[in-house]
């Protein structure tokens, strides 16, 4: 749907008064991986159904690559109605924090969408939160410890795994991360997702190639 047609859909839809602007809550931590989030949050904020926020447990975080983020929400100010979950990884998911824990595992209850990429998903892993889902991540053998990682045999050794409401992804596959995070929440339809992902996977010349010029 071309973006004109979806902003005036909005604007129908404000105006009945049935509209809500949909959210998706970034959690990121001290040393989060930048990169990893980067396309999914700039293909969502840039659409007018949807809104992002970031969430963390303090204040004020920095990232991998010497970002400073100043987020939107603490831990206890998290809402209880989430859109879309998405748990960035990077270099502090050891930690342990129950809080977190609830939230995620509440979320993945009520079928609500999860993505998680990295570090992110080990924290799933030794949190028993991966239980009943199909996944991937980084490597297992990271997880041999984690007492409460029970379904060793669901583990796809690809770069991004779906299942139910719950995307997974190593830290290698920000692009297949974003692309099936779209998919699961139909933000387009999937061959404009594939479209638009292509756009960075291939490079411009090569899309052109393939599509033609997205500018001209």
């Known amino acids: 749907m071309i973006p004109l047609i ?23 931590l001290d040393e989060y991986a930048d990169w990893e989030g980067a396309y999914l949050s700039s293909q ?3 659409d007018q159904e949807w809104k992002v926020k970031t969430a963390s447990i303090k204040k004020e975080v920095i990232s991998i690559g010497g970002f400073k983020t100043v987020v939107d929400y603490q831990l206890e100010q998290i809402p209880n109605n989430i859109d879309l979950l998405v748990l960035i990884g990077g270099n502090s998911w050891s930690l342990e924090n129950n809080n977190l824990r609830v939230i995620i595992k509440n979320q993945l209850k009520l079928n609500k969408p999860v993505g998680a990429i990295c570090g ?12 009943s889902f199909k996944h991937t991540g980084n490597t297992q053998y990271l997880w041999k410890n984690f007492e409460d990682y029970q379904n060793t045999d669901d583990f796809i050794g690809k770069q991004v795994v779906r299942d139910q409401n719950l995307v997974t992804a190593n830290g290698t596959a920000p692009m297949e991360f974003t692309q099936m995070v ?12 594939d479209k638009d992902i292509d756009l ?5 010349y090569q899309y052109c190639t393939k599509y033609g010029n997205p500018f001209s």
């Open 182 to 193: 779209l998919k699961m929440i139909h933000f387009k339809n999937n061959t404009q997702i």
């Open 44 to 46: 969502l904020n840039q």
């Open 120 to 131: 992110a998903v080990d924290y799933l892993a030794k949190n028993g939160l991966l239980t």
């Open 6 to 28: 979806r902003l005036l859909i909005v604007i129908f839809y404000m105006v009945k008064g049935d509209f809500k602007l949909r959210t998706a809550i970034f959690f990121i």
């Open 200 to 204: 960075y996977k291939l490079g411009f």
